[in-house]
């Protein structure tokens, strides 16, 4: 799917990077607020962090010539969902969906694809939860449609792909030793996540016990 441009179509590669740095904000903006709402209702922050980066000239030629594509501007924006990427860290396993549920609920971002790496991890062991949206970037003469990649993902889930990233990064082919190692640390990470959010739900109906008993009391 192809940026949808209400007027004049973006001439350039600079107008176009400039555009999809509007949507990182416009992403941005829209989860801080979120994260704020969430804080005021719920006395609780689901957003530990974000990250947000615009993917490089040279990231962007080496995908399309990876898929087979011309490297292009039509087929830069057309075939790479992921110029624009924002990684939502978290706490908590449950945060990840609240998240991911409280973006698609605004009524200005399209989401054109889920990829739930969480409940079906890759065979690596990598988990995240992916989503390309659209989201309207707006211009002195128009109105553009930019997609945006975002995944959400837990802080050990984080620390474990990072780790992946660089070893990826290292070798052509990860020796089987190495990747055995590593998927045995995913494992070990999806351990860790479940115990922390059974601690947290543990924290949680105890605090709600103690506050009926407080209410109780003051009757």
């Known amino acids: 799917m192809e940026l949808k441009v209400t007027g004049e179509g973006a001439e350039s590669y600079e107008e176009v990077m400039l555009i999809y740095s509007g949507a990182l904000k416009q992403i941005n903006t829209k989860l801080e607020i979120l994260n704020q709402e969430?804080?005021?209702v719920h006395n609780y922050n689901p957003i530990e962090h974000i990250k947000s980066?615009?993917?490089?000239?040279?990231?962007?030629?080496?995908?399309l010539k990876r898929h087979g594509y011309e490297v292009t501007l039509a087929?830069?924006?057309k075939y790479c969902n992921d110029i624009a990427g924002i990684r939502?860290?978290?706490d908590f396993t449950s945060d990840i969906y609240k998240i991911a549920d409280m973006i698609s609920n605004q009524s200005d971002i399209h989401v054109l694809a889920i990829k739930d790496y969480i409940a079906h991890p890759k065979p690596s062991g990598y988990k995240s939860y992916h989503m390309i949206v659209t989201v309207p970037v707006y211009l002195?003469?128009?109105i553009v449609d930019t997609k945006?990649?975002?995944q959400i993902r837990t802080i050990a889930m984080d620390f474990w792909a990072s780790?992946?990233?660089?070893?990826?990064y290292k070798f052509t082919d990860v020796p089987q030793g190495i990747a055995d190692e590593l998927l045995e640390c995913a494992n070990m990470v999806s351990a860790l996540d479940d115990k922390m959010l059974y601690l947290n739900n543990e924290i949680q109906e105890i605090k709600v016990e103690e506050k009926r008993e407080r209410g109780g009391r003051q009757v």
């Open 148 to 150: 945006v990649e975002i």
């Open 140 to 142: 002195s003469d128009r």
């Open 88 to 90: 939502v860290i978290c």
């Open 163 to 168: 780790l992946e990233h660089k070893i990826q």
């Open 38 to 40: 969430f804080q005021h």
């Open 53 to 63: 980066r615009v993917k490089t000239p040279g990231s962007i030629a080496a995908k």
């Open 75 to 77: 087929n830069m924006v």
